[in-house]
């Protein structure tokens, strides 16, 4: 059976992340059971990232455009109760209160490594569960190809939303076999804590092998569709930002190198490693895109 990653048992105390991560070194990645995440960040010789740097460095433009901004000002914004619309090619369509939908879906801890498209990179250890479970409640419809999601938008609480840096409400979309990927989940926490609102409370979608801006946040609305979805940043620069957004060390942004990554928390001159094709998952994603030309499906 598949299993990605190691169990909150496993992994959830921060304090105990140091001592557990020189055991598992002196072990040797490969003879880790199950814990495909951890060990493709062990084989890089990265530490997971500390609640502080996970917190504290975030891109959450509806909170401002600052890596600081969204933990400074996220904090108002009240997710409980909270509420997300399901619509499209569903059996199921409704607004559901985010407790009661996911209440019987239980969670566990994923361990992925996180690359930024600003060739910035981390590894967190999300508490979510597969997409797949809680697209299987609403009843895809045969005609379903794609899953497009959308961010809240609360003037009230986000400033930054004022300015026009992007067309609100931020969307994503997924291909419907990338978001049934067992490795797509939606994470609900961090280190065994709630998820703070900078990072995307109080459920947000994380796809480990694409950067970080497919991940989105704040999710209130998941729509099943039969067309591809425009997303924001593909709407907003198409000639910089594409659908399929897998990382790519081969395809460079316009303005930048996507061949080296600088890992947050190892210095900025000192901390750059290479970039790994699919971010590191390519053994359990690269058959989706098989025969694709990934430079022109960037």
Partial sequence: MFKPDLTRADVTPERFWLNRRKLIAALGAGSVAGGFGLRAAAQEGLEPNTWEQITNYNNFY??????????QNAGDMSVDPWRVTVDGLV??????????L????????????????????????WNGFELNKLLAKFGVQPEA?????ETALLPDVMEGV???VLDWPYTEGLRLDEAMHPLTIMATGIYGRQIPNQNGA???????????????KSIVRISLVAEQP?????????????????????????RWSQATERVI???????RIDTLPFNGYGNEVAALYEGMDLRENF
């Fill in 162 to 164: 004022q300015f026009p």
């Fill in 145 to 149: 190809k794609y899953v497009a999601f």
């Fill in 202 to 216: 109080p459920m947000r979608l994380v796809v480990p092998w694409k950067y970080g801006f497919k991940s989105i």
């Fill in 230 to 254: 425009i997303n924001t940043w593909q709407e907003s620069a198409p000639s910089e930002y594409g659908f399929y957004a897998n990382v790519n060390p081969e395809v460079d942004h316009p």
């Fill in 62 to 71: 509806e909170f401002g455009i600052g890596k600081e901004d969204p933990a």
């Fill in 102 to 125: 996911i209440s019987d879906i239980p969670t566990e801890e994923r361990i992925y490594r996180f690359r930024c498209v600003e060739a910035w990179s981390m590894v967190i250890p």
């Fill in 265 to 271: 928390g190892a210095g900025f001159f000192g901390g």
């Fill in 91 to 100: 059996d199921n369509p409704d607004e559901y209160a985010l407790d009661e």
